[in-house]
């Protein structure tokens, strides 16, 4: 991991959001300005599509504007995350070059009318983009307002693979500089199936429309080139930050499990992680999701602290039908980003547009004005956070790690598999049953050292299709010293080029998990399975059966079905001094609640506190202090009983044996 | 509106249908005309789909065949409505002038092979289709058996928008005309939002394929611009033939409720208003929808009389699953045209065609002839209509108005909105609920002038999303002066930029409904909630729900949720001399059955006769003449009483106190 | 039908599977040698997709390694079906001639990086196939493993029509020759209607994206052009390896009821008819729906042997779940296939891959290597095959024939048609009511000979909506000489050119049936009736109701339901000495049950042997030989009652009056 900049500046919780003053008249500005004081509001994003207003034509810059609004601000004590302005090119550039817009893979070209209608591989893009981050780089340098750089915005959101001529040519330059030979190439793809072998690179496609499936690795192979290519179009933008402003953080928005960009190379690109969360207040389970990226957020920079770069205050408006959050709801989940190691809670965006596809999106400020509940909800939390400011020196530790990597992904959901069931979705229930647990994890790649993973007592692996070299002898290591393990079924099949692993599955653990598979196969969709365990509960299980032998493992769990005569479903196998299970089917979340009890008993894994079911209690510590949340997730009511009086660091009241909080109400407790 | 051509030549309620002569041998023309004959068949639309047979290559024209079918038709007392041909231009023109085909917003070509195979704005089409117009203008324009011309045939039906070279820059030239000035146009767009700033016309594409949402004022000025743009086909046409026959009316085909095309803007340009209907029998609510429809059309031109062009006699053949009428209900639904305003009931098609893509499509004379009961209830029908000659100089009164116009309908079924079921489709549950009062309606657009409004003792307002500058004023000054009116959610919130009033929803109608709204939000797919009235009776809601503060207003009904603590729904106003009553939510057709029967209470509103469940009745009156039609929508017998005795002009039969019709029976009373 | 090639060398029940050597290191290739003499492999498919090894840059062969390993089979005895190699060109393909790529009918192009991706039109790829096919022929024509040609792979599979320029072109010439002019082409398409006359050939496209129905006459000869074009591209290669090795037989691989290829036509170009049949085990009705492709197999070349080419020994990989076929179910159902004609089992593919898009595709040697449940099972069957080499000069005798034709199975399902559901499934219920009465059905094209017919006491046609010139005839015929007939709902309706048969439904068969129809209509989706039979049985029936007319025809079965009044529904006609059933609506399977029971008793068909339900028995004979399958497709035991003691010929055992099968068990008896 490249070296983090300095970050002693951001001492505090950041509270703010995403400003665009351009789309109001400059009276207004001096209200906005006010309003944000009364709110709290200690920084916001500047800038981020005002590429237009900034470069009106092509060449002639306008920065009188942001100068004056610069200024404003830094008046009023506001910081400013400056933004490149590159993530929404004006629409002189599709005039100007055409070619630089993006086309899908059945060749329709994308147009100017909405955002980021850019081609990644266009040169002519690139070229602007370069010039532009300079010149705002250059002018803003020195500014005292300025404290971090903003690139670009939620970069490949909307347009994450283009397959113009100059992304086929990027695609056979990346894949030169890969393979060299043409013979490596021809291996890795296995295109002596289905007559593909290729004699020069000038007859490699993207994954254009097909007349049926496309060669799986060609597919992986553009997947990565993809990550890439729009990652060059990063540190492309990084390398002139740096160059002009060496000392000033620079961040990129993150949206969470994003499947096209492998947030683990991204992260290392920038000095700080920061996520644009936007759960769905109609989703039940919308805040465990939450709680799982927050946990990926953290870790992709090891623990270091991250921000909430984005959320609403209020609904958003591209879902098909989007509700609110309810009162105190927007409070309780700023405050879970917190307990698991945000440093700042931000919005999109400050005042809500008049005009435009977002009009309708939720803000700090809402069409009604300020005399509004979103608004009174807003500056109370913006006044409460004043009181967590020590929360910036310190982080969050997990005993358990997920394993969890976008090559994976990638390889897993190619079409052409024995199920599409057999996806990403399928890590939720193993994160929720150790939610249930009240049980922080980690992510950690499945490339992660052995001196990583013995930070660990357990480590959970719901999916690893992909299993690269010496993936298998270091989770061999980690157990064999003693730690625990977990491994989900359609594990260890393929290696880095998807070739399968021969010789039974999964063979890179077959040692580690005392098993054999022959075969697997899909059940029928919305088809449920009855699973028994060892000490004879019953839970249901679907989407996929692994035909298990037992190499020295015992069983966990069978089969209840009679066709399937009890064959076993969840195994473990003691390995060295540790032990590692293998579950062979989708267990629901209750089975999987029941068997990562047993696993967090074994491995000596404790919640923090004893909570009711819906109460959230993570820890952060640090500094020699030691912050313990308590965010209650339900609508009703809760007693949370405490081990020793504790002191709520946001109303400063001591607790003695018990904490109560209402409905979605929140406690920090030191 | 522009001057009604004299329509005093058709003194008589129309009857026929669409004839395709050139589809059959001439050897059976003389059996057409004498079966329509026996049918009492008056008019035929002719010519429809005879291009390529009058223009067989460019430039040479052969009239010869449509001169015999003339003078046969005009030989047995058959009026004519001729068509101009231009609705399906012939193969060569593709051939010829292969940019004239219209182009998908994919960029996808349409080719010849069906029907409507033109781009509105090519100009080879516009300048073939003049050409054509003309020589039939000219050859006929003496011909005794010409009634009245139909141009074209259902505009926009298949290609609505079409996005070529030439669309584009026609939409620019649109654009320019509109805005005159750059500023304007990023003014009213709101381009500062994203990027998407305008430096020059040509910058400008229409809403393509984008990478997300486009500009929701760009697509709202690209339906206008594209219903414009169809509109001066037809008046490019009308000038034409209004130059060479200056007394013969033009008519052009509607389709109901068609979102494409601002049928308000449409019908001033002709001078007859026509419909094209195919209700659907699978569907029980059909009736309902025909009635709306033509409430529509009715008011389209402000109560002068119309014509229902085209109905099935039997089945359609373009749905996936086409049901017949049953016995009795295709006289049932002509005269429920009649009913409502209509002056003539036609079908598509006179006779069954033996190939193409419609060969299934029902027919007055069907594949198996005239023995046949299709063809005996069409001479029947025929039979019965020549006692009815004196309709022709009445029209229908109404008390109740429905506020209804196109740039509503695009601008609130837009991406990007709280939610997708927030569309036209909650229209229906406001007219059924009038429909179930035996009231009927009159449509007005939003932009009606306050003395219009004054005709009405009731104005109900489903949705109002886009309020234009100065609707509210009249509005209010309407309900000042005693009227009332019934305004639906998510009213009153953009003005015609599609810009957001702010400072409270619904800005424009606040003060008229004595309410604020802060938030609202979108309810799950499928989720009702509970709606309590004040007095204590419940029903259900779904798809929205304000967050109502009251400013004067009282509470007619609330939010049964415990959630929601009985917050208001639905509320009324008492404002001047009238009231406004305001529906936060969606209810469903018995709760506004419940509310619109106190609102015509209040209003005065009463139906003309008391009729049982499923039984319609509406007034013709005129001329010192009155008629009531009954219709029995239900397959039961049904006894309907009556004030006083009244003559059925069908049977000529005297109904004392009360008439008794049979299932799907018919009695129009004097 | 041309005459068959000489088949006497291909005296043994063929056992095998495609081999992809190339796939492989060489060093692997003597341990397949040697592990298909253990399973008992006699044949494999070879170089199905070898072409870009053939021929790794445009016209550079590689024949070096095929020669080996065609050196190596013959060395270990087995024999080798080999492939012609056109089925996926190279990537050079498409490089060097680039229009030699499919393109869809929105203007897409299909790239390279999956298979088949050629334009059947393209003259390039006829070229450079053709200079592949006469290299191949010519190289092995003498050696002594090869035993026939295998002609490309699976025509049609992904890409069955192509609308590039070449595409339009060809169909151009296509009509041309058809209808020599333009008249009898627009006479025949009906183009009087929409404006749709052509004036030059060069007007006409293939049925492109449209503004909406393209004409349907234009569709049905764009499916018969494209069949023929493609069956084109085989007779290419025929010609060619009839040349070079006149006495091989050639083959190509079906694949059961494919829309896109005319087989009736096809099957006549080759010597031998194959099937690639991939029941889903998720579906209870598959063996069903295999007994039906197979009876249509056999059915192809009138009762020769055919062979099973592709089957998987466990799960394939392209639906979305793939399941496993049971214990044993492999077996029986290869069993199945010998059952009802074939000569040969074989398999896709001998060794699972390690890599590309078919790499989870069950294989004869899975993943896991020979020690496993699969690899056991197949070594089972081949060795148990060897027993039945005898089976290869016998085949079925049906007693009733289904009536199934391309041309009508295109033309029902055309757009514009009264309802989507009446289409080619409804043959599924028909088929599956002979199945459950243990009755083996031929398969005979409409336009059979009534020589031909009279070999069947019951024909059997489903639906005949397209119904020829003189077949109304044949089929009076047959049934005045005494025949049984059944004919299901929407037939007779329409003639070769899709243009309707005048005069009352269904016009060429109303004296046969003695009924006349005025009208149908589709039901709505789901939708159910009731049919009551004459000896009063209540069933359901959907989809569709006839509006029948007795004119000689007595009642079989009625409506059900009130509003239709015991209308007719199923009628019989006593026609000469024979009768004929017509059935008005779409009966679900129990009410086709009881219908063919009583066709069977009337015509005197009986099952071989009265089995209990789920067992599936046939009958081969010939050459003084007779094997009766038992095949229990059902999971439990059951007990099967012999007229007569009986031998197994797999086991050698004799059974007195009963044989006892276990589940999925297979009996052969003598």
Redesign the interface.
């Known amino acids: 991991m490249k070296p983090q900049r300095d970050l002693s500046h951001l001492n505090f919780i950041l509270f703010g959001g995403d400003y665009?003053p351009?789309?109001w008249p400059e009276s207004i500005w001096p209200e906005d300005a006010q309003l944000m004081q009364e709110a709290g509001v200690n920084m916001v994003s500047l800038a981020i599509?005002?590429?237009?207003?900034l470069e009106?034509?092509e060449g002639e810059f306008d920065f009188g504007w942001l100068d004056r609004i610069m200024n404003l601000l830094h008046a009023h004590g506001i910081k400013v995350d400056l933004a490149t302005?590159t993530?929404?090119?004006?629409?002189?550039m599709?005039?100007n070059y055409p070619d630089s817009l993006?086309m899908?893979k059945?060749?329709?070209?994308?147009?100017?009318?909405?955002?980021?209608?850019y081609c990644p591989h266009s040169v002519a893009y690139k070229t602007l983009a370069a010039r532009l981050v300079a010149k705002v780089a250059e002018r803003y340098a020195q500014h005292p307002a300025l404290a971090m750089w903003h690139i670009n915005n939620e970069y490949g959101?909307?347009?994450s693979e283009s397959f113009t001529p100059a992304g086929t040519n990027a695609f056979r330059a990346w894949l030169q500089a890969k393979y060299e030979t043409m013979d490596r190439l021809n291996h890795a793809?296995?295109?002596?199936?289905?007559?593909?072998?290729?004699?020069?690179w000038?007859?490699?496609?993207p994954?254009?429309?097909?007349?049926?499936?496309?060669?799986?690795?060609?597919q992986l192979d553009w997947k990565r080139f993809s990550s890439d290519a729009i990652l060059a179009l990063m540190k492309m933008e990084v390398e002139i930050l740096r160059r002009i402003t060496p000392s000033v953080p620079v961040v990129t928005n993150f949206m969470g499990f994003f499947k096209p960009l492998d947030y683990w190379a991204w992260a290392q690109e920038e000095d700080l992680v920061s996520d644009d969360n936007y759960p769905d207040p109609?989703d039940p389970q919308a805040h465990i999701g939450s709680a799982m990226r927050y946990d990926l957020m953290r870790s992709l920079r090891y623990g270091q602290p991250w921000l909430l770069m984005e959320q609403t205050p209020?609904?958003v408006?591209?879902r098909?039908?989007?509700?609110?959050k309810?009162p105190d709801q927007m409070r309780l989940w700023s405050y879970q980003a917190l307990a698991r190691g945000a440093n700042g809670v931000m919005f999109f965006q400050w005042r809500?547009?008049?005009?435009?596809?977002?009009?309708?999106h939720g803000a700090m400020v809402?069409?009604?004005?300020k005399d509004?509940?979103?608004f009174r909800e807003i500056a109370q939390l913006g006044s409460e956070l004043k009181r967590l400011d020590p929360l910036v020196r310190t982080t969050n530790h997990a005993d358990v790690a997920i394993v969890f990597d976008w090559d994976n992904w990638w390889a897993l959901e190619l079409?052409?598999?024995?199920?599409?069931?057999m996806s990403a979705r399928n890590l939720m229930p193993y994160y929720a049953a150790l939610y249930q647990h009240g049980v922080t994890c980690d992510f950690v790649p499945s490339t992660v050292s052995a001196d990583k993973l013995r930070e660990y007592k357990l480590v959970v692996v719901p999916n690893l299709y992909l299993t690269k070299d010496g993936v298998g002898p270091v989770f061999e290591q980690y157990v064999a010293a003693g730690g625990h393990m977990v491994i989900g079924a359609f594990s260890g099949i393929s290696n880095a080029?998807?070739?399968?692993w021969?010789?039974?599955?999964p063979a890179p653990f077959r040692a580690l998990l005392g098993i054999?598979?022959?075969?697997f196969?899909?059940?029928?969709?919305g088809q449920k399975q009855q699973l028994i365990t060892d000490d004879e509960e019953s839970f249901a299980c679907d989407t996929w059966r692994d035909?298990i032998q037992l190499e020295g493992a015992r069983v966990l769990a069978r089969m209840g079905e009679e066709?399937h005569a009890e064959a076993p479903a969840i195994t473990q196998n003691t390995f060295g001094k540790g032990s590692a299970v293998y579950v062979g089917t989708c267990p629901d979340t209750q089975a999987l609640t029941w068997l990562l009890a047993r696993m967090c008993a074994e491995a000596g894994v404790v919640a923090p506190l004893a909570a009711p079911p819906g109460v959230e209690v993570t820890v952060r510590s640090g500094d020699g202090r030691r912050f313990v949340f308590v965010l209650n997730q339900t609508?009703q009511n809760v007693e949370v009983k405490l081990a020793e009086p504790m002191r709520d660091a946001l109303t400063g009241l001591e607790h003695a044996g018990v904490v109560t909080l209402a409905g979605y109400g929140v406690a920090v407790l030191m």
């Open positions: 665009n351009e789309q599509f005002s590429w237009a207003k009106p034509r302005a993530a929404a090119p004006p629409p002189w599709a005039k993006p899908t059945d060749g329709v070209t994308l147009y100017p009318g909405a955002r980021q209608q959101c909307h347009v793809w296995g295109t002596a199936f289905w007559s593909q072998q290729y004699g020069d000038s007859e490699i496609h994954p254009r429309s097909a007349p049926t499936f496309v060669n799986p690795t060609q109609l209020a609904a408006n591209w098909n039908r989007n509700a609110m309810k809500a547009a008049k005009a435009g596809a977002e009009k309708f809402p069409h009604a004005g509004t509940r979103v079409d052409s598999h024995p199920s599409i069931d080029d998807d070739h399968i021969l010789g039974g599955y054999r598979i022959e075969e196969e899909a059940l029928g969709a035909a066709e609508a």
